[in-house]
């Protein structure tokens, strides 16, 4: 789950990161005050779940109060639209309004865990406020990591390491090593998944500050973060995934073609998705009903396929294992006979309990196109459309 | 006991709900020994003809099991695993999706110091067909005696896979569900070293996904390896950075993507399917040209 | 460092570990509104840094109110003499005011750190209410262990493998692997060296209590456990050995001879102890003066052993490393000079600046007994006496 | 390098305030290869000549450095082992005392999977007299050159220990000081075992102490040992359940008295000596015995 910058910055800062001085507005009448109360040029910051929102005209700069007043007036209500958003943006409720701040130097620093080493990893880097994916495959020396052994936690060795690698030392080296050992603590604490503060930044008056911070929290341990998942705006995220998340369905992804899927199994769904493709077609969702054990699943997650306005033929692949193949054709033959999936629609059933699965569909008397492998359900749902 | 599971396993089954019962009559009708189940406070029940004991040290002590099968609710999950570590018992295969990355980091933290194989989580386990011994979720009438293995990080896509070449006419001799989670008991390059090792497998299927570089490290194994390997990557069309069901797939940098891993294999010697619905079709192929089928 | 009883349960209750309804009394009139407060029958236990108090008339029970100010009128301002105190006793200030439990049975469990795995260990028995000792040498089977991996912490199994090991199964089962959780949890994050109760009490009516709590915090962390450091007693510990604390001598305790030791090094200083008693001898004092580099810290120390009454003769046996035997011969010089050590003073040096110790020994002018070696240096010290 | 230290160790000290200066002095003085110190924000520096670094990593990429010698104080001592290892120094020696149980804790579960052997904390360290070569705080004087290890948990009982063998004029290949504190590094059974290895030493010395069942564990080792060992046991005379200093020297249960201790090693074959006086000459009898001296 993401945070929007705001929430991050006021996280970390609850663990001791230092962060500009700045307050949220959710009205240009907010914004004004809160610059006023700063004082002097502040930055106003379209709060939206996406990087990249400096170029789009997300990341502004107001001389005076007025003007603060007058970019947050465009800013809020606006879709905002960067490269990683997808044509029809992302919904700008609120911006940080935040002291601008007199850079001297920019540097990197993040928390992921690394899946390979099963550890945590901080990564570290001179070169902040670039993409660090390009500096790390262009220039893998000027990338410092230190690893969390579970052992025995992070340690302040660790962070003097980065601290010292980043040529933050003298008067710099205490806040530098506090800061990232806060960063740390934040992130195991609350079950990160990534925490970034890109850049880092060296004030011209001698602060270190996070100037912007990213922070997602595992999916999985939000049963045990219950004050940040509080945090979640559903604002940010699709519709159509919203729509499937009530239904209970965990995976659900629009894309941009016009087969509905309904898959079990994000491998299989997702070979689905390259079957399709290569069959010539495109996809129009990514959806794992998991081992949803229950008819009412599948008519939901159908539902959910069948009212997407660019959905044209629906493909269900489904190979049980956990799954039930006879409850999946139940619940395909409900979700047609209550006119949920009016589109043409392709049905695979192979594994637990197929016989009765495919004996169910035999006696539905429903129309459906029949497959008997993972090609052909692809080409006969290309098919369906072209 | 190359498959980490033949005759001799006696399996205990942790979390005995609904699915752990289901698995459980499946696995005995099969003819897999599963000799109890554990369920903490229902120590000394019977449930479904198995015994139920609280703890699984009292399976360990009392049946002598020696596989354990994990069903527990993701919560619980690590516990669980941490628990069949404790009482030694040798293969511990967790079926449960969801687990906090870093309870599984502090699981696979623990199992570094122990003689104790994971595989897993968020898995379907591993068959071995010729000792018809089934510890998972996977369906049973689509595989056929024989002697390809499958190793995947999908459950579904074992299945397919399996079902893909018995219709093509290639027994198995078994697979192993590796996990779909970005932390994992047993990697794929370690399975491809049990089937290497194991009599009964002459070829191999090998599925990944985009995300990571497991499939890189396997491809670096496979380099040493002398049967043959069928290899497929899942996701090659996924739009990047959108989390598809395994945390895994995300694709994190150039090494992460399809291109990248197919590559890798393709350069270790491995044959690589790119149509998800070419992987029978492509190690008949394979096994007609060495001279196996 | 020790904690009281009450000290101790108030700890464990802020883990969530239950205890019995109670409340800390320093006057009988106190005593008596706590007991009026708590109703029925109550139990007054003194709080005194020892264990067997029950058999030293340390634990009453009072049927009213009036009956627990009279007790504790008893009680607060007595010496408790144990088998553990010593003759002496430990002053009584203050008493717990405790609800009287209906015993159905008593179980032990505390925490530990296991040196020889490098792991707290959590010990639990049915044989509560008994000497943990003597069950484990005796009936070692009747002590359940789980060791505390640091690299995952302490687990829900090994909470249920212990409560169910306890028989605490059923309804007590939740409540028992709660209890066990919170204890390990307060030992885990407060650097405790030792947790104990005994016994936990399964009431008549189906709770579970911690009857009885010792808690002890390393001394080595009391730097970062500052709250806990404050709850320290002064009364429980012996004047000559806060005197020497106050001088910054970390390692004195008081013994029942008459030969005053200062050695360095708590191996020697142990080892002067044996040499003594070999030779015919009784210590006064442990005292390791441990690598003191000044002058000022050896006459601090020596103030203290030679206005101890029961020293006879002083013995000061030093074998130089990081001290450095010239500063040390100094010291004994001063302290000479300035007329604290009395009495017949051996002094052997050995190690780090050999050569300089002895020459200054040898200008003073003043009568020391010099030893070569150790057993020779015990034997002068008791010849000097006898 | 049976004793962990010779002529080829490359010394660096971490902690280089005023004790760490003085005995890099010492060590360097005695023939004794000091590289470098560490004091974070001194890097760059030069100290009594002296390079000081900001990291152990720095010391080893540019010094090499082999052998780490730690002054470190106690709240931080734990993180100075730490990083040490984690530059992968093989030979990490702690002199800092009264370092935090848990942080121990913390720091022996990482080292367990680790190359690095650690000595202490709470010790004098090591001394190779034939090497000239001395990584710790013992005075050097008292040694002479020769073939008895000292091992002892106590740092003033090696000098003592020591001192005697000399002025019995029994010489020393050199002196490992284990530490006094209930967990470190390694035990008196694997420094006996460097000893017993190390084929400069005939015979050895081993000091223990009341508390815990390190010398159990150690007369287990000396029953399949070759050299003699001449044992003493400090704290036969303590009160039973104080603190003397050493932490590990608790008494805890009957394991714990000098007695046990002293019958374990009898029972294993070494000579158990009583009065602390009596080291020198009862290894004195011993060399003479077995035709050594």
Same mark, same amino acid.
């Given at each position: 789950?993401?945070?929007?910058?705001?929430?991050?910055?006021?996280?970390?800062?609850?663990?001791?990161?230092?962060?500009?001085?700045?307050?949220?507005?959710?009205?240009?009448?907010?914004?004004?005050?809160?610059?006023?109360?700063?004082?002097?040029?502040?930055?106003?910051?379209?709060? &939206?779940?996406?990087?990249?929102?400096?170029?789009?005209?997300?990341?502004?700069?107001?001389?005076?109060?007025?003007?603060?007043?007058?970019?947050?007036?465009?800013?809020?209500?606006?879709?905002?639209?960067?490269?990683?958003?997808?044509?029809?943006?992302?919904?700008?409720?609120?911006?940080?309004?935040?002291?601008?701040?007199?850079?001297?130097?920019?540097?990197?620093?993040?928390?992921?865990?690394?899946?390979?080493?099963?550890?945590?990893?901080?990564?570290?880097?001179?070169?902040?406020?670039?993409?660090?994916?390009?500096? &790390?495959?262009?220039?893998?020396?000027?990338?410092?990591?230190?690893?969390?052994?579970?052992?025995?936690?992070?340690?302040?060795?660790?962070?003097?390491?980065? &601290?010292?690698?980043?040529?933050?030392?003298?008067?710099?080296?205490?806040?530098?090593?506090?800061?990232?050992?806060?960063?740390?603590?934040?992130?195991?604490?609350?079950?990160?998944?990534?925490?970034?503060?890109?850049?880092?930044?060296?004030?011209?008056?001698?602060?270190?500050?996070?100037?912007? &911070?990213?922070?997602?929290?595992?999916?999985?341990?939000?049963?045990?973060?219950?004050?940040?998942?509080?945090?979640?705006?559903?604002?940010?995220?699709?519709?159509?995934?919203?729509?499937?998340?009530?239904?209970?369905?965990?995976?659900?992804?629009?894309?941009?073609?016009?087969?509905?899927?309904?898959?079990?199994?994000?491998?299989?769904?997702?070979?689905?998705?390259?079957?399709?493709?290569?069959?010539? %077609?495109?996809?129009?969702?990514?959806?794992?009903?998991?081992?949803?054990?229950?008819?009412?699943?599948?008519?939901?997650?159908?539902?959910?396929?069948?009212?997407?306005?660019?959905?044209?033929?629906?493909?269900?692949?489904?190979?049980?294992?956990?799954?039930?193949?006879?409850?999946?054709?139940? %619940?395909?033959?409900?979700?047609?006979?209550?006119?949920?999936?009016?589109?043409?629609?392709?049905?695979?059933?192979?594994?637990?309990?197929?016989?009765?699965?495919?004996?169910?569909?035999?006696?539905? %008397?429903?129309?459906?196109?029949?497959?008997?492998?993972?090609?052909?359900?692809?080409?006969?749902?290309?098919?369906?459309?072209? | 006991?190359?498959?980490?599971?033949?005759?001799?396993?006696?399996?205990?089954?942790?979390?005995?709900?609904?699915?752990?019962? +289901?698995?459980?009559?499946?696995?005995?009708?099969?003819?897999?020994?599963?000799?109890?189940?554990?369920?903490?406070?229902?120590?000394?029940?019977?449930?479904?003809?198995?015994?139920?004991?609280?703890?699984?040290?009292?399976?360990?002590?009392?049946?002598?099991?020696?596989?354990?099968?994990?069903?527990?609710?993701?919560?619980?999950?690590?516990?669980?695993?941490?628990?069949? *570590?404790?009482?030694?018992?040798?293969?511990?295969?967790?079926?449960?999706?969801?687990?906090?990355?870093?309870?599984?980091? +502090?699981?696979?933290?623990?199992?570094?110091?122990?003689?104790?194989?994971?595989?897993?989580?968020?898995?379907?386990?591993?068959?071995?067909?010729?000792?018809?011994?089934?510890?998972?979720?996977?369906?049973?009438?689509?595989?056929?005696?024989?002697?390809?293995?499958?190793?995947?990080?999908?459950?579904?896509?074992?299945?397919?896979?399996?079902?893909?070449?018995?219709?093509?006419?290639?027994?198995?001799?078994?697979?192993?569900?590796?996990?779909?989670?970005?932390?994992?008991?047993?990697?794929?390059?370690?399975?491809?070293?049990?089937?290497?090792?194991?009599? *009964?497998?002459?070829?191999?299927?090998?599925?990944?996904?985009?995300?990571?570089?497991?499939?890189?490290?396997?491809?670096?194994?496979?380099?040493?390896?002398?049967?043959?390997?069928?290899?497929?990557?899942?996701?090659?069309?996924?739009?990047?950075? +959108?989390?598809?069901?395994?945390?895994?797939?995300?694709?994190?940098?150039?090494?992460?993507?399809?291109?990248?891993?197919?590559?890798?294999?393709?350069?270790?010697?491995?044959?690589?399917?790119?149509?998800?619905?070419?992987?029978?079709?492509?190690?008949?192929?394979?096994?007609?040209?060495?001279?196996?089928?």
């Amino acid at each position: 789950m993401k945070l929007h910058e705001y929430q991050a910055k006021q996280l970390l800062a609850s663990y001791g990161v230092p962060v500009p001085e700045g307050k949220i507005a959710t009205t240009p009448e907010e914004a004004q005050i809160i610059a006023q109360e700063i004082g002097g040029k502040v930055v106003i910051k379209a709060q &939206a779940h996406t990087g990249a929102r400096g170029k789009a005209g997300g990341v502004k700069v107001a001389e005076t109060p007025a003007e603060a007043f007058k970019i947050a007036e465009e800013m809020i209500g606006m879709q905002l639209v960067t490269k990683q958003t997808g044509s029809a943006g992302l919904p700008i409720s609120a911006v940080l309004v935040e002291e601008a701040i007199s850079i001297e130097r920019e540097l990197y620093l993040s928390v992921a865990i690394d899946g390979s080493m099963a550890m945590p990893v901080i990564i570290a880097s001179q070169e902040g406020g670039m993409d660090i994916e390009e500096v &790390a495959e262009q220039r893998p020396e000027a990338i410092l990591k230190q690893y969390v052994d579970p052992a025995c936690g992070f340690q302040g060795y660790q962070a003097r390491a980065l &601290a010292f690698g980043l040529g933050l030392s003298g008067k710099l080296n205490r806040p530098a090593t506090a800061l990232i050992e806060a960063l740390t603590k934040s992130f195991l604490e609350t079950d990160g998944s990534i925490a970034e503060i890109n850049p880092v930044v060296v004030t011209t008056d001698g602060r270190i500050l996070a100037a912007d &911070a990213k922070f997602s929290i595992d999916d999985s341990a939000l049963f045990r973060q219950k004050n940040l998942a509080e945090l979640r705006d559903r604002s940010q995220e699709a519709d159509k995934e919203l729509e499937a998340q009530d239904a209970g369905i965990g995976n659900y992804i629009k894309l941009n073609g016009n087969i509905g899927c309904l898959v079990n199994g994000a491998g299989l769904a997702m070979s689905t998705l390259d079957a399709i493709k290569m069959a010539g %077609g495109d996809a129009a969702n990514f959806l794992d009903i998991g081992t949803a054990n229950s008819p009412e699943a599948v008519v939901a997650a159908l539902k959910i396929i069948g009212t997407d306005p660019d959905v044209e033929a629906v493909l269900v692949n489904i190979f049980g294992g956990l799954a039930r193949t006879d409850i999946i054709a139940q %619940g395909v033959i409900d979700a047609k006979n209550q006119g949920l999936i009016p589109q043409p629609t392709i049905v695979r059933l192979a594994g637990s309990n197929v016989n009765e699965g495919n004996e169910l569909l035999d006696n539905s %008397g429903l129309d459906f196109v029949r497959a008997n492998g993972f090609a052909e359900a692809a080409q006969l749902a290309v098919s369906a459309i072209s | 006991m190359s498959l980490l599971l033949d005759e001799n396993s006696k399996v205990v089954i942790q979390g005995f709900g609904a699915a752990g019962q +289901r698995e459980a009559i499946i696995c005995r009708d099969y003819g897999t020994n599963v000799v109890a189940g554990v369920t903490p406070g229902k120590g000394g029940q019977e449930i479904e003809g198995f015994p139920i004991r609280n703890t699984v040290q009292e399976a360990v002590d009392e049946f002598h099991a020696n596989v354990s099968l994990i069903f527990v609710p993701a919560p619980f999950a690590a516990d669980a695993i941490l628990e069949a *570590n404790s009482a030694n018992v040798p293969v511990i295969i967790c079926i449960t999706e969801n687990i906090p990355v870093q309870d599984m980091m +502090r699981v696979k933290r623990v199992l570094n110091n122990s003689n104790s194989t994971l595989i897993g989580p968020n898995c379907p386990g591993i068959i071995n067909i010729g000792a018809h011994a089934r510890a998972g979720i996977m369906p049973i009438d689509v595989y056929m005696d024989g002697n390809v293995g499958v190793i995947s990080r999908s459950g579904t896509l074992v299945y397919e896979a399996v079902d893909q070449l018995t219709k093509a006419g290639i027994g198995q001799s078994g697979s192993i569900g590796v996990g779909g989670d970005p932390i994992i008991g047993t990697s794929q390059a370690q399975a491809l070293a049990l089937l290497e090792n194991d009599p *009964n497998t002459a070829a191999i299927v090998l599925i990944g996904e985009i995300g990571g570089t497991a499939e890189q490290e396997a491809a670096e194994y496979i380099k040493t390896m002398n049967k043959p390997v069928v290899a497929f990557i899942a996701g090659a069309t996924a739009p990047p950075g +959108r989390r598809m069901g395994h945390a895994g797939a995300i694709i994190a940098g150039a090494a992460g993507t399809a291109e990248a891993k197919q590559q890798a294999l393709r350069d270790a010697g491995a044959t690589v399917v790119k149509n998800p619905g070419e992987i029978g079709s492509q190690m008949l192929a394979v096994l007609k040209d060495q001279g196996l089928a």
